[in-house]
């Protein structure tokens, strides 16, 4: 009996022996399949985090080579310029008092007349007879500039100047004396200069209405000494309708129209000061996507010294607008203006 007793117990013994040693391989079999889930998650994030890199990678040398691209064909552009410039400057001269026409013209005066005889081919009678009429015919667009000037005034002149295109340059003073030349080409070359801003500071220029006409009479005598001639025409820094500063437009717009002063803010954008870089294909697309919309166009662009996409699209912006038939003028004071808020309310 008592051999039985312990023959029993010893059989349990195993049993439970038996037991222990299976849930401690279970665990082990459970801790295994833990650790390969784990060493597959950190597969997984480390091929994740290769492929993040890699990408990142692309778009910097996709970066770097657009910005390359562009400087090069701004450094051309800037060079063509000073070639045209030393041209024009031997040609007029003359010998013995004898008068040259300046190449820059003559490729003008030729650039306008292939446009004009494009003009007629397009307009041609088709099978049926009718006329194909271009999207611009019968509609003005006034080219703008605003936060000149800089070398890249110096580009927009010379491609305005082949085509025989006048424009409007909303300009700010200019932050050393390297620039104060231009401010009289603009005039001299028959574009319309027109009054932005002194500083171009908006906490200051909205401050309150003292300064605010502080700003726009210091601008307004600056072009006038630098180029004898009286500014009438404007543009708020950040447009008419921005809330800007602390001022309530009205003011402003009062005070302007005390002053025989016509601002304009735009109707269509190029969008080149949305970000510190935009591609020449976006911005010419930018302009075409409105243009067609009014009877006159007022298009906002930049020619401050970082917007070097803007002079890369502009020959292109000119020569497309002059192919599909508007006609490029300069903003005066007999110009219709475009306002976000309207003059006359006030």
């Known amino acids: 009996m008592g051999k039985k007793h312990n023959s029993n117990r010893k059989n349990g013994t195993v049993q439970n022996s038996k037991i222990q040693n299976t849930k ?7 801790d295994a399949k833990v650790q390969d889930a784990n060493l597959h998650n950190d597969n997984v994030k480390s091929i994740v985090i290769t492929v993040l890199a890699v990408l990142l990678l692309l778009v910097n040398i996709f970066t770097l080579v657009s910005v390359s691209s562009l ?15 030393l041209i024009s400057t031997e040609n007029t001269s003359g010998v013995n008092g004898e008068d040259k026409t300046e ?18 081919a397009d307009t041609s009678t088709q099978q049926t007879g009718e006329a194909v009429k271009k999207p611009g015919e019968g509609k003005t667009v006034y080219l703008t500039f605003d936060d000149g000037p800089s070398n890249n005034t110096r ?15 909303f300009v700010v ?23 932005h801003s ?15 006409a502080a700003d726009v009479q210091s601008m307004r005598d600056y072009i006038y000494n630098l180029t004898g001639y009286t500014s009438n025409i404007y543009r708020f820094p950040g447009g008419s309708s921005s809330t800007l500063g602390n001022m309530d437009r009205s003011d402003c717009i ?18 080149d000061a949305s970000f510190s870089f935009v591609p020449p294909s976006q911005i010419e697309a930018n302009i075409f996507n409105d243009l067609g919309t009014y009877d006159e166009s007022v298009v906002l662009m930049h020619d401050s010294s970082s917007k070097t996409s803007t002079m890369v699209a502009l020959e292109s912006v000119i020569k497309r607008m002059l192919d599909e038939g508007y006609t490029l003028k300069a903003l005066d004071v007999n110009v219709k203006p475009v306002q976000q808020i309207l003059s006359t309310n006030y």
């Not at 009062?254 to 969008?271: E, M, P």
Request: with cysteine; hydrophobic share 35%; net charge negative.
């Open 254 to 271: 009062r005070y302007l129209n005390a002053q025989g002063i016509v601002y304009f803010d735009w109707n269509v954008s190029s969008g």
């Open 198 to 212: 002194y500083c171009h500071d908006y906490n200051v220029v909205y401050s309150d209405l003292d300064s605010f």
């Open 155 to 169: 580009i927009v002149l010379d491609i305005l100047d082949k085509y025989n295109v006048k424009a409007t340059f």
């Open 71 to 85: 400087k090069r064909e701004v450094a051309g552009l800037h060079k063509a310029s000073e070639q045209e410039s």
């Open 24 to 30: 401690v391989q279970n665990v082990k079999v459970q």
């Open 173 to 195: 003073a200019a932050l050393d004396d390297s620039y104060e030349d231009i401010y009289k080409e603009i005039v001299d070359r028959g574009h319309t200069i027109a009054i």
């Open 103 to 120: 190449p820059s013209k003559q490729n003008a005066s030729e650039s306008v007349s292939s446009a004009t005889q494009g003009s007629n």
